[in-house]
């Protein structure tokens, strides 16, 4: 059974998370080849997002013991 996030039509945005920081520059080619421009769009800004959150969330990740 597919996970629910991909049968309630959100197969793109499942599909660029995977990606993680990489999808805004190695892995965006791909992302645009078989999404096309939307999937390419969402692939560099969730690649963006993550990028800029994780300079300032791995400190406090790192001290949580």
Sequence with gaps: MPPLIVIAGFRDVSLVSIGGATSMDDTLPIYRLYMGETGGFIAFINGFVITMVLPELL???????
């Design 59 to 65: 400190p406090y990740v790192i001290t949580i013991k």
